[in-house]
């Protein structure tokens, strides 16, 4: 079951991205984020009613950081990211995850880990360096928007160990459903008072193409990825579960090729050492415990 989890939400998440930058052609980033979560929260919304009475008061502040870090903040982030870096390049740098599982889960989670285990967390950060000063034409240069993606892979790691240390009690469907129902209205709020996306849809060239693919997003990507991804975090360890970040880069660099993405040498260094320094730190976790 962890395995066909592994692989389904790999294929669903290395989607995520060219998904995103199909939005895009037409809306802004703001707009793929708010709708995004709102078509996610919304076909959510049944399973969080039945959810909704069963709640402890102590639930509830988890459940708004699960909300914020682990959908909103990142949809945001991640949307404007890929309005200055290749799609491919997002799902590359979305790989270092498990790194930051891993120093988030011995900071602050008691998580015992293997000195050794670093070792990988360097390789990971020099992957990450050499993305982010890869030029689009193979030269160097700074690109600041890279770290917007690093910081939604910070969030998207905090609100794994929340998952699996902190709400042990609580179901993935529950989890999911919940932590929607709270970040949808302010993902809503924002959609229909702070964006143009009422001026747009249905008036633009593919308006409709555009927001089908990221309510396909929201709803694929986001609500039923997040309850598989919840599933995975319960029954198996954090590092095994966000090492689903060894197959999105691959995915997210096939959708990237078949769209016209080029992609250079310091893209494919930076994906290579990341991919290894998230298999060395799985590693030496495994055996140091």
Avoid: C
């Avoid at 070792?119 to 020099?126: S, T």
């Amino acid at each position: 079951m962890a395995w066909g989890l592994l692989l389904t939400l790999s294929m669903i998440w290395g989607s995520s991205f060219i998904l995103i930058k199909t939005a895009l052609q037409v809306y802004s980033p703001g707009t793929v984020g708010a709708v995004r979560i709102v078509s996610a929260s919304v076909f959510m919304l049944p399973f969080a009613i039945v959810s909704l009475k069963k709640q402890e008061k102590k639930n509830w502040w988890l459940l708004l950081s699960v909300g914020m870090l682990g959908s909103l903040f990142p949809s945001f982030l991640f949307a404007i990211a890929q309005t200055r870096i290749p799609s491919s390049v997002a799902g590359i740098l979305n790989a270092v995850t498990p790194l930051f599982t891993l120093i988030l889960g011995a900071l602050f989670f008691y998580n015992k880990t293997h000195a050794k285990t670093f070792i990988g967390v360097l390789f990971g950060f020099v992957g990450s360096v050499v993305l982010i000063f890869a030029g689009s034409e193979g030269d160097i240069q700074f690109n600041s928007y890279g770290l917007l993606v690093v910081l939604a892979t910070v969030f998207y790691a905090t609100n794994l160990n929340l998952i699996k240390y902190k709400m042990s009690s609580l179901s993935a469907l529950t989890i999911t459903s919940l932590s929607l129902l709270i970040a949808g209205p302010a993902a809503l709020i924002y959609l229909l008072f702070f964006t143009s996306f009422t001026a747009k849809v249905g008036v633009v060239e593919n308006s409709y193409y555009s927001l089908g693919a990221v309510v396909l997003l929201g709803v694929l990507g986001t609500a039923i990825a997040l309850i598989l991804f919840n599933k995975l975090v319960k029954i198996t360890s954090p590092i095994f579960t966000s090492s689903v970040t060894y197959i999105i880069p691959v995915v997210a660099v096939v959708w990237g090729l078949i769209d016209g993405e080029q992609l250079y040498l310091g893209h494919y260094l930076g994906m290579i050492f990341i991919i290894v320094g998230v298999y060395f730190s799985n590693k030496m976790t495994q055996r140091g415990g």
